[in-house]
T-cell receptor, first 112, second 115 residues
Framework: AQSVTQLGSHVSVSEGALVLLRCNYSSSVPPYLFWYVQYPNQGLQLLLKYTSAATLVKGINGFEAEFKKSETSFHLTKPSAHMSDAAEYFCAVTTNTDKLIFGTGTRLQVFP | GAGVSQSPSNKVTEKGKDVELRCDPISGHTALYWYRQSLGQGLEFLIYFQGNSAPDKSGLPSDRFSAERTGGSVSTLTIQRTQQEDSAVYLC?????????????FGEGSWLTVV
């Protein structure tokens, strides 16, 4: 069975600083990996996804993630944080079905 | 509408009552999912419908929970004899259902509070 682990339930950064949200996956077969964002009182919105094409995936709002098989990681980064990036971020994995398995989420706070 | 629509957006119910939550997926999407989001519990998979196939019910937490999807479109999640631990946000999602890697689109959720 596949799973994802998000290290750090809360991450705080200053506006303009690098954002790094960590996600490690476990899967016995090649995975598909996703990052979703949830703004307060809203549903989940897809940021980006890895589907075995390029290992560096660019998403919306300046976010990107790199699939590293050797490290079983799919960390999310953004070079410069904005106040509007404050939200909860979820990493998710699937393999041969559409069913997504989510991590427990990381709440990002951005300070001025 | 263009997105996944859920109703009601908020529901307060008394312990022991039954509740029904409705989901209207994106038109043309054959796959439909229900997830539960509880404080501190992350996103928990409940049930998955794909076309005319038997649903994957492996995530339903007890036999008080059931879901149906009529005509391959609208879905209803029913919770019988609600308990306080059922309080959560219930998220519905849909996708084109063409295999792994499809983008799954989420609704804004139904907030359920059991008092």
């Amino acid at each position: 069975a596949q799973s994802v682990t998000q290290l750090g339930s809360h991450v705080s950064v200053s506006e303009g600083a690098l954002v790094l949200l960590r996600c490690n996956y476990s899967s016995s077969v090649p995975p598909y990996l996703f990052w979703y964002v949830q703004y307060p009182n809203q549903g989940l919105q897809l940021l980006l996804k890895y589907t075995s094409a390029a290992t560096l995936v660019k998403g919306i709002n300046g976010f990107e993630a790199e699939f590293k098989k050797s490290e079983t990681s799919f960390h999310l980064t953004k070079p410069s944080a904005h106040m509007s990036d404050a939200a909860e971020y979820f990493c998710a994995v699937t393999t041969n079905t559409d069913k997504l398995i989510f991590g427990t989420g990381t709440r990002l706070q951005v300070f001025p | 509408g263009a997105g996944v629509s859920q109703s009601p957006s908020n529901k307060v119910t008394e312990k022991g009552k039954d509740v029904e939550l409705r989901c209207d997926p994106i038109s043309g999407h054959t796959a439909l999912y229900w997830y539960r989001q509880s404080l501190g519990q992350g996103l928990e998979f409940l049930i998955y419908f794909q076309g005319n196939s038997a649903p994957d019910k492996s995530g339903l937490p007890s036999d008080r929970f059931s879901a149906e999807r009529t005509g391959g479109s609208v879905s209803t999640l029913t919770i019988q004899r609600t308990q306080q631990e059922d309080s959560a946000v219930y998220l519905c999602a849909s996708s084109l259902g063409q295999g792994a890697g499809n983008t799954i689109y989420f609704g804004e959720g139904s907030w359920l509070t059991v008092v």
